[in-house]
């Protein structure tokens, strides 16, 4: 373990650099918090929870290849290579993004008043009876409804919501049926990542609206318990729809600490194991990918019952599982780190966080440019909220998440091309840092 300690060393100082490097440019809106935050929460913690003793996967289990303190030591090392090129790129991005001209100009449409009612009645009655459709059963006969495109329509639900509270602000109407429906999506487990994102997309636009650059300090503890809570959501929701509302009790004691976790608890927080452990599979898989990943995104829209077999986001993970890391049963993420390995070798952990940066950096800048209330800026605090799923997943969540989950945002910017309402040009010269 004693090069695992130089290695958290390194990390330590690589983090605390790149919050020292960004600290002028951080706000909660920023593309770096997201990334501080995951590069934290995913390689920090658990890093030094797994030097301190703690338990790691497969550790013990007959048949199974533990993980190694030397993968951990690499996965280490790629993240901070990868967090470190993230900070060039985002501290470069501006500079190279707009080096090509002297006043560029952008082009957006602020959100009219009513085109998003106009929206919001014809969406809000469609994705509500696909989610109570869902939540009830009553649709299991139908195939729509049953499929991922039932899921979707249904979480548009949320997506319209957060639109009214961008354009017309937190009112009672809008903030009342979200406080409904959000603790039903966070005690379905296997919705509890929308029920975080959309908590976080809420709090962007509550933040853009109250022109603030962090939170106000009442929602940081609100914040730290959701964390916590995270990894026990699943049980907690199986729990509560199994009226064990006693076993309910004792998951949130355990998320908050006040009671010692059970094993299954421990395996499920883990995503560094996952990490570490890829990119030693990725090595044995033999061959790069050079972008393949990506390729499903090309299919996603073909219902599954169409073509059953058509390509899957997962593929790539089920190519690189083996009887000791059977990653394909047990549904492992491996990062975005891991995919860009497995894509282009070390030079996939150098330049995609360096092309991120780079590109995430710019959105920043237009987004703070113009007036304020544009689809633009909604759209962006819609990829800035997806970030957290792609980091942990690979970059096809951005768009699963990011767009085709708030689809209705896409269809006001389709709204305001179409009619021209709220059009606006404005120098990109001059949006603040």
Same mark, same amino acid.
């Given at each position: 373990?004693?090069?695992?300690?130089?290695?958290?060393?390194?990390?330590?100082?690589?983090?605390?650099?790149?919050?020292?490097?960004?600290?002028?440019?951080?706000?909660?809106?920023?593309?770096?918090?997201?990334?501080?935050?995951?590069?934290?929460?995913?390689?920090?913690?658990?890093?030094?929870?797994?030097?301190?003793?703690?338990?790691?996967?497969?550790?013990?289990?007959?048949?199974?290849?533990?993980?190694?303190?030397?993968?951990?030591?690499?996965?280490?090392?790629?993240?901070?290579?990868?967090?470190?090129?993230?900070?060039?790129?985002?501290?470069?991005?501006?500079?190279?993004?707009?080096?090509?001209?002297?006043?560029?100009?952008?082009?957006?449409?602020?959100?009219?008043?009513?085109?998003?009612?106009?929206?919001?009645?014809?969406?809000?009655?469609?994705?509500?009876?696909?989610?109570?459709?869902?939540?009830?059963?009553?649709?299991?006969?139908?195939?729509?409804?049953?499929?991922?495109?039932?899921?979707?329509? @249904? $979480?548009? =639900?949320?997506?319209? /919501?957060?639109?009214?509270? #961008?354009?017309?602000?937190?009112?009672?109407? %809008?903030?009342? &049926?979200?406080?409904?429906?959000?603790?039903?999506?966070?005690?379905?487990?296997?919705?509890?990542?929308?029920?975080?994102?959309?908590?976080?997309?809420?709090?962007?636009?509550?933040?853009?609206?109250?022109?603030?650059?962090?939170?106000?300090?009442?929602?940081?503890?609100?914040?730290?318990?959701?964390?916590?809570?995270?990894?026990?959501?699943?049980?907690?929701?199986?729990?509560?729809?199994?009226?064990?509302?006693?076993?309910?009790?004792?998951?949130?004691?355990?998320?908050?600490?006040?009671?010692?976790?059970?094993?299954?608890?421990?395996?499920?927080?883990?995503?560094?194991?996952?990490?570490?452990? @890829? $990119?030693? =599979?990725?090595?044995? /898989?033999?061959?790069?990918? #050079?972008?393949?990943?990506?390729?499903?995104? %090309?299919?996603? &829209?073909?219902?599954?019952?169409?073509?059953?077999?058509?390509?899957?986001?997962?593929?790539?993970?089920?190519?690189?599982?083996?009887?000791?890391?059977?990653?394909?049963?047990?549904?492992?993420?491996?990062?975005?780190?891991?995919?860009?390995?497995?894509?282009?070798?070390?030079?996939?952990?150098?330049?995609?966080?360096?092309?991120?940066?780079?590109?995430?950096?710019?959105?920043?800048?237009?987004?703070?440019?113009?007036?304020?209330?544009?689809?633009?800026?909604?759209?962006?605090?819609?990829?800035?909220?997806?970030?957290?799923?792609?980091?942990?997943?690979?970059?096809?969540?951005?768009?699963?998440?990011?767009?085709?989950?708030?689809?209705?945002?896409?269809?006001?910017?389709?709204?305001?091309?179409?009619?021209?309402?709220?059009?606006?040009?404005?120098?990109?010269?001059?949006?603040?840092?």
């Amino acid at each position: 373990m004693g090069s695992l300690f130089v290695w958290l060393a390194i990390d330590a100082l690589s983090l605390g650099g790149c919050i020292l490097w960004l600290r002028r440019r951080l706000s909660f809106l920023h593309p770096a918090f997201y990334y501080l935050f995951f590069h934290l929460y995913v390689i920090t913690i658990p890093a030094w929870q797994v030097y301190l003793g703690g338990s790691v996967m497969y550790e013990g289990m007959s048949g199974y290849m533990a993980i190694r303190p030397d993968e951990f030591a690499r996965a280490i090392a790629y993240a901070d290579l990868a967090l470190v090129m993230f900070s060039i790129g985002t501290l470069l991005g501006p500079r190279i993004a707009f080096a090509w001209k002297a006043r560029p100009r952008g082009t957006g449409y602020v959100l009219s008043g009513r085109l998003t009612v106009l929206l919001l009645a014809i969406l809000l009655p469609f994705s509500l009876y696909f989610f109570a459709a869902r939540r009830s059963g009553l649709g299991a006969g139908s195939l729509l409804v049953a499929s991922g495109y039932g899921t979707t329509f @249904a $979480l548009w =639900l949320f997506a319209c /919501l957060i639109v009214g509270l #961008f354009r017309f602000g937190f009112r009672w109407f %809008l903030v009342a &049926p979200l406080a409904i429906l959000l603790p039903i999506v966070g005690l379905q487990g296997y919705l509890r990542f929308s029920f975080v994102l959309t908590l976080l997309f809420v709090a962007s636009v509550y933040v853009y609206r109250t022109r603030r650059r962090w939170p106000p300090v009442w929602a940081w503890p609100v914040a730290i318990a959701i964390v916590l809570l995270f990894p026990q959501m699943k049980y907690i929701g199986k729990a509560v729809q199994e009226d064990d509302l006693s076993g309910a009790a004792r998951r949130v004691e355990q998320a908050l600490f006040l009671a010692p976790p059970d094993t299954e608890l421990i395996i499920e927080k883990q995503m560094l194991d996952p990490y570490a452990g @890829a $990119l030693t =599979l990725a090595d044995g /898989l033999g061959k790069r990918y #050079f972008g393949r990943t990506y390729l499903p995104l %090309l299919t996603f &829209p073909i219902p599954r019952f169409l073509w059953p077999h058509k390509p899957g986001f997962g593929d790539h993970v089920i190519a690189m599982a083996t009887r000791s890391r059977p990653y394909d049963r047990e549904g492992r993420t491996i990062t975005y780190i891991a995919e860009a390995y497995l894509n282009f070798g070390i030079a996939g952990v150098i330049l995609v966080p360096l092309v991120f940066g780079v590109v995430l950096s710019r959105a920043y800048r237009i987004f703070r440019s113009g007036p304020p209330g544009r689809v633009g800026q909604l759209f962006y605090l819609s990829i800035m909220v997806s970030l957290i799923q792609a980091y942990r997943d690979g970059l096809n969540s951005i768009v699963v998440f990011g767009i085709i989950h708030m689809f209705p945002i896409v269809i006001a910017w389709a709204l305001h091309v179409m009619t021209q309402r709220g059009k606006c040009k404005f120098s990109l010269a001059q949006a603040r840092q």
